[in-house]
């Protein structure tokens, strides 16, 4: 298995998960660079079944079952585990020499950062846990109005045009963002990606790992890492009691609430955001050289 990868900065190490779908370019350039700019050196890269990286095989599920399984674990089934792509992640360090790490996820990213944190303890020396939750099914729900109308969206999804696509891509974003959405800036991120990688059978897939997993509530209560926790207030993808149940079953960890942000992380909120993950990098540091610099082999 092979992952795309992209490295930039220097000092300590720090990486960025992507959620559902999402590819490497989903974390903006602009947000790496300023994290960058503060010491660390940056890695993101594509999740399996995502982007550049290598592609499952196995038959993805139907859509109506994919939204469904999000509310009843029966009807969840899935070829890999979050717990694998978190073996992924820690692979990817292997891969750099590096030993520990700053893990920083978003939405499914969350879910295999805080899955890396509960296999790979020593990898981890700080976690960031960002609109996601504890897969415990009671909290961190999708919204009952947003699931009745998902599904619609992905099956108009399935033989449309590139501009059809489109649309349907930035009504989901509509949806789900919150107070800040920015239909030009969602218009510009689809083309993007859809232009790098389209695998709509790679996000089933990944839907499918998320619903099969287990709850890591109980797991999650053995982390040591300094933990953060940020979430969004309107967020109805995955509903804030996900960030109160993640940050109360983390010992010690932070959590960090916006008014008005649904399931994004729009530019406004970057710099309390950037300071915060920070901040929280603060609490283990990594020795590092800071003459070290490091770039994509």
């Known amino acids: 298995m092979t992952f795309e990868y992209e490295s930039v900065g220097s000092g300590e190490p720090l990486v960025l998960v992507m959620g559902l779908a999402g590819q490497l370019i989903d974390w903006s350039d602009d947000f790496v660079g300023q994290i960058a700019d503060r010491g660390f050196r940056v890695i993101r890269f594509d999740n399996r079944d995502i982007g550049l990286s290598t592609k499952m095989t196995g038959t993805p599920p139907g859509i109506g079952r994919s939204v469904g399984s999000l509310v009843s674990k029966r009807l969840a089934n899935s070829e890999y585990l979050l717990s694998d792509m978190a073996d992924d992640a820690a692979g990817l ?23 890396m944190a509960i296999g790979h303890p020593s990898r981890v ?24 109308k998902l599904p619609r969206y992905l099956r108009r999804s399935r033989d449309a045009t590139e501009a059809e696509l ?9 949806l ?18 859809f232009q790098r990688s389209h695998n709509p059978a790679g996000m089933a897939r990944q839907l499918g790992a998320i619903a099969a997993s287990p709850d890591r509530t109980r797991s999650l209560r053995s982390v040591t890492a300094p933990t953060l926790v940020i ?52 609490r283990s540091p990594i020795p590092c050289s800071p003459e070290a610099t490091f770039r994509r082999s």
Do not use: C, K, Y
Request: net charge negative.
């Open 166 to 174: 489109m649309d349907n891509a930035v009504a989901i974003d509509r």
């Open 93 to 115: 360090l292997d891969h750099l020499e590096i030993e520990r790490a700053h893990v920083v996820g978003a939405s499914m990213g969350g879910m295999i950062a805080q899955s």
């Open 176 to 193: 789900i963002a919150g107070d800040e959405f920015d239909e030009d800036t969602a218009r510009q991120d689809f083309l993007r990606g």
């Open 231 to 282: 979430h969004g207030l309107a967020d109805p993808l995955v509903m804030p009691s996900g960030g109160l149940a993640t940050a109360r079953a983390v010992p010690n960890s932070r959590l960090l609430m916006f008014p008005g942000m649904g399931h994004a992380l729009p530019r406004s909120r970057w710099p309390e955001v950037i300071d915060a993950i920070v901040a929280n990098a603060g």
């Open 125 to 148: 020396a700080t976690l960031t846990s960002i609109m996601s939750n504890t897969g415990d099914r009671l909290n961190g729900r999708i919204s009952i109005a947003l699931a009745r």
